[in-house]
């Protein structure tokens, strides 16, 4: 790897570190131990309307991308995520652990955080060049999940008792998200060519932080500031 390209990539994970939701007051109270069952609920119903745009964004990127072995690797990636167990679907499996019912985990209103970073995510991998939408999605999106698992997997095992199969969304994502988000970084190497191209992918990577973390802001207030049990069903519907 050329010094240049360890630059480059240094860049990206600086952009990541600045606002990285890991660090967010909602990640820390839950490793901490401090939400409930039905504030879990809340946060899987969330992260549900999420997390199913995922899919779609991925597919986005397949149908632009140029090049048939990159091609090749995102189809892997999607049918990594719509495959015989779907990815939303360990998720669901998390929040049926909690004691909600699936009709209750897939009917509630999106948050107007949540609805922000759907927003962006999808404007992103419909109108941005390739290698922004790529910064994006599998370095932006993807690169963070495994130190937001991380510092809660032992609480949610230790503290909260979950067996491994209720854990499943957790466990996959630590290690698949990994690899992802180095395969994100390699590509972003290959198509980011110029100093414009490459400034251009720091910043999306940039953003797509700051909106996760608007996104954990908006859980905070809802879920841990806020009445959430008088409010929540306020919440339900489309």
């Keep these: 790897m050329t010094t240049a390209a360890q630059t480059f990539r240094s860049r ?10 890991k660090r967010h007051p909602f990640v820390t109270a839950w490793s ?3 939400l409930s069952r039905e504030q879990m609920i809340l946060w899987t119903q969330q992260h549900w309307l999420f997390v199913m745009h995922f899919p779609r964004w991925v597919a986005a990127l397949y149908a632009r991308c140029p090049d048939q ?4 690797y995102l189809l892997s990636n999607l049918m990594e995520e719509e495959g015989s167990y779907k990815h939303t679907d360990m998720l669901l499996t998390f929040g049926e ?7 209750q985990l897939t009917s509630a209103r999106k948050l ?6 759907t927003d962006w995510g999808d404007l992103l991998v419909a109108t941005a060049p390739f290698h922004e939408a790529l910064a994006g999605v ?20 230790q503290h ?33 060519r110029t100093p414009e191209q490459q400034d251009e992918a720091v ?22 500031l806020g009445d959430f049990a008088h409010r929540s069903q306020a919440w339900q519907g489309d």
Excluded at 97 to 103: D, F, H, K
Excluded at 166 to 186: C, M, P, R, S
Excluded at 203 to 223: K, T
């Design 12 to 21: 990206l994970e600086a952009a990541l570190e600045e606002t990285h939701y």
């Design 112 to 117: 107007p955080t949540t609805r922000a970073l």
């Design 203 to 224: 910043e999306r990577v940039r953003q797509a932080a700051e909106m996760y973390w608007l996104y954990m802001e908006g859980l905070y207030q809802y879920i841990i």
């Design 160 to 192: 909260y008792g979950f067996t491994e199969p209720q854990l499943i969304n957790f466990t996959v994502h630590i290690t698949a998200d990994v690899d992802h988000a180095a395969k994100g970084f390699e590509l972003l190497e290959r198509y980011c």
């Design 138 to 157: 599998t370095v932006g999106i993807e690169g963070p999940v495994p130190g937001f698992y991380s510092r809660i997997l032992p609480t949610l095992r």
């Design 69 to 72: 072995d990159t091609r090749d």
């Design 97 to 103: 652990a909690c004691g909600a019912t699936r009709e």
């Design 32 to 34: 901490r131990g401090e």
